[in-house]
């Protein structure tokens, strides 16, 4: 889900590819309206250009105006875990194209 769920309100969903005709299925047999808004977010994500992030003088490249590269990503992360002694990070598995999926846990 891209959206909060809740009754009476509208949500957007999120599938690959291959399992479109599968949910538009099942959405038709149980009488729910639906409509496709993008048939392919991949090329819209595709459209955007990355920034390759350029070490600033706060220790990260990251900002919050552009698309950054996982490897930006992941090192700001890095960063945060060495600045703030209440920030840890964590593998919590890998994504559907092998990349490591990281996450930071903020705890006082």
Same mark, same amino acid.
């Given at each position: 889900? *891209? #959206?909060?769920?809740?009754?009476? /309100?509208?949500? $957007?969903? /999120?599938?690959?590819?291959?399992? &479109?005709?599968?949910?538009?299925?099942?959405?038709?047999?149980?009488? @729910?309206?639906?409509?496709?808004?993008?048939?392919?977010?991949?090329? %819209?994500? $595709?459209?955007?250009?990355? !920034? &390759?992030?350029?070490?600033? !003088?706060?220790?990260?490249? @990251?900002? *919050?105006?552009? +698309?950054?590269?996982?490897?930006?990503?992941?090192?700001? %992360?890095? +960063? %945060?875990?060495?600045?703030?002694?209440?920030? #840890?990070?964590?593998?919590?598995?890998?994504? +559907?194209?092998?990349?490591?999926? /990281?996450?930071? !846990?903020?705890? /006082?």
């Amino acid at each position: 889900f *891209w #959206t909060e769920v809740a009754p009476g /309100r509208y949500v $957007d969903i /999120r599938c690959a590819p291959e399992q &479109k005709e599968m949910l538009t299925e099942l959405l038709a047999g149980q009488g @729910m309206q639906f409509s496709v808004m993008i048939e392919d977010v991949q090329n %819209l994500a $595709d459209l955007v250009p990355m !920034k &390759k992030g350029i070490m600033s !003088k706060s220790g990260h490249s @990251m900002d *919050w105006t552009d +698309y950054h590269p996982i490897e930006d990503i992941h090192s700001y %992360l890095d +960063y %945060l875990e060495a600045t703030y002694d209440f920030v #840890t990070t964590e593998s919590i598995g890998q994504s +559907y194209e092998g990349s490591e999926m /990281r996450i930071a !846990k903020v705890c /006082r």
